[in-house]
T-cell receptor, first 111, second 116 residues
């Protein structure tokens, strides 16, 4: 079973920030949080990952709470091309290559 | 960023034939690659872990004789669906990552297999 819980779906207006939450209350101290997205009929695309500190790259920002039990992926200016299913994944530290995929959050960016 | 290439992007084959799917890491070496399967409206399911120079590790319920995996080099893994049947029709996806601790996996663009 996936170690994360995410809302099933979200909507966002084009040009606004999209904030996608994820709960991972059973995360261990040395386990990373990874975010991927999958656009219809394509392979998953890596977005960002983090351990303790907040992270930012050209695609998104990742905000991790101090207790690390939840995180938020922020797309600062959503576009129509950001419509996708977003997955928050916390693999086991013992095998951080084995990704268990939940159902993710289906984000619809509306014009 | 790291690039993983998968080929073909789609294939249609007749029932009983075999199909080979290739997964290449283009700008890094990968001692381990992963193969997933995804049915419509479902999430990705890990099928097996491909290990360079040794046997693949299959997840429970995945038939190793039906889904043959070969990882003969540090940049190439292949998945062969043998004696394909219509129920094998699915979206097959591979992934690989650099060896640094915590580094993310990167995914191919998937192969849509349709068995008629």
């Amino acid at each position: 079973d996936a170690k994360t819980t995410q809302p099933t779906s979200m909507d966002c207006a084009e040009g606004r920030a999209a904030n996608l939450p994820c709960n991972h209350s059973t995360i261990s101290g040395n386990e990373y949080v990874y975010w991927y997205r999958q656009i219809h009929s394509q392979g998953p695309q890596y977005i960002i990952h983090g351990l303790k500190n907040n992270e930012t790259n050209e695609m998104a920002s990742l905000i991790i709470t101090e207790d690390r039990k939840s995180s938020t992926l922020i797309l600062p200016h959503a576009t129509l091309r950001d419509t996708a299913v977003y997955y928050c994944i916390v693999p086991n530290a013992g095998n951080n290559r084995k990704l268990i995929w939940g159902l993710g959050t289906s984000l619809a960016v509306n014009p | 960023g790291a690039v993983v290439s998968q080929h073909p992007s789609w294939v249609i084959c007749k029932s009983g034939t075999s199909v080979k799917i290739e997964c290449r890491s283009l700008d890094f070496q990968a001692t381990t690659m992963f193969w997933y399967r995804q049915f419509p409206k479902q999430s990705l399911m890990l099928m097996a872990t491909s290990n360079e120079g040794s046997k693949a590790t299959y997840e429970q319920g995945v038939e190793k004789d039906k889904f043959l995996i070969n990882h003969a080099s540090l940049t190439l893994s292949t998945l062969t669906v043998t004696s394909a049947h219509p129920e094998d029709s699915s979206f097959y996806i591979c992934s690989a990552g650099r060896g640094a601790p915590g580094s993310p996996l990167h995914f191919g663009n998937g192969t849509r297999l349709t068995v008629t």
